[in-house]
């Protein structure tokens, strides 16, 4: 199971979710996506939050606004980190966590410390917790299933992109090639306008 958020401070909407237990969130670090960012409390225990980024956007894109909602779900579902004020939120791209055998259900490390962001937490704030409660939703998705058709589409729009890249190359190609040809024969043409002295037809013995 799945849980979504609808984050409304920015429009259109941005979409937060998180997996139900433990296991879905072992689920979803298996099956993220390389544009998911991830969220959790620091050295506490709690619910994994993603943001999924749209084409073209970064990291650093976020809005501070959505980052608050990110960074205040998390922390109002931490056992913990949701009894105490003055907590950090760490977030990182997906394509950052690391995940090996012998680590807990849940559990997760990262691949680069320096590429894993902060926010700091001075307490929790009821009112953006509500609003996003109200929109919460829940469905069960075949994670692996989206990963896969992700993967294809990125593949045949790799694909498409290149041999558009090669028709192009092939078009600019052919032009040069006719331009080249277009200078070939106005050479040509300009050196058949030319004649010298003694194809005009006259001698100077003719005279004589």
């Keep these: 199971m799945v849980y979504f958020f609808e984050s409304d401070v920015v429009q259109p909407p941005v979409t937060l979710f998180m997996g139900a237990d433990e296991r879905e969130n072992d689920d979803l670090i298996k099956w993220g996506w390389p544009e998911d960012v991830w969220f959790h409390v620091d050295k506490f225990s709690s619910a994994h939050v993603y943001i999924r980024l749209?084409?073209?956007?970064?990291?650093?894109?976020?809005?501070?606004?959505?980052?608050?909602?990110?960074?205040?779900?998390?922390?109002?579902n931490s056992i913990e980190g949701n009894k105490v004020?003055?907590?950090?939120?760490?977030?990182?791209m997906w394509t950052?966590?690391?995940k090996?055998?012998?680590?807990?259900?849940?559990?997760?490390g990262f691949h680069k410390d320096k590429e894993v962001k902060k926010i700091h937490v001075t307490k929790r704030i009821n009112a953006i917790i509500n609003r996003l409660n109200k929109t919460k939703k829940s469905a069960s998705p075949n994670l692996r299933q989206e990963r896969?058709?992700?993967?294809r589409n990125e593949r045949e729009d790799k694909k498409r992109l290149l041999k558009e890249l090669k028709e192009k190359e092939k078009a600019e190609e052919l032009k040069r090639q006719e331009e080249a040809e277009i200078r070939s024969y106005s050479s040509l043409f300009k050196e058949s306008k030319m004649t010298a002295n003694t194809e005009t037809g006259y001698d100077s013995d003719d005279f004589m």
């Design 148 to 151: 896969e058709k992700r993967d």
């Design 85 to 92: 004020n003055d907590v950090d939120i760490v977030y990182t």
């Design 54 to 76: 749209r084409p073209g956007e970064t990291i650093d894109d976020i809005p501070s606004a959505v980052l608050e909602d990110a960074a205040q779900l998390v922390k109002a």
């Design 96 to 98: 950052n966590l690391r």
């Design 100 to 108: 090996t055998q012998g680590m807990e259900v849940g559990q997760v």
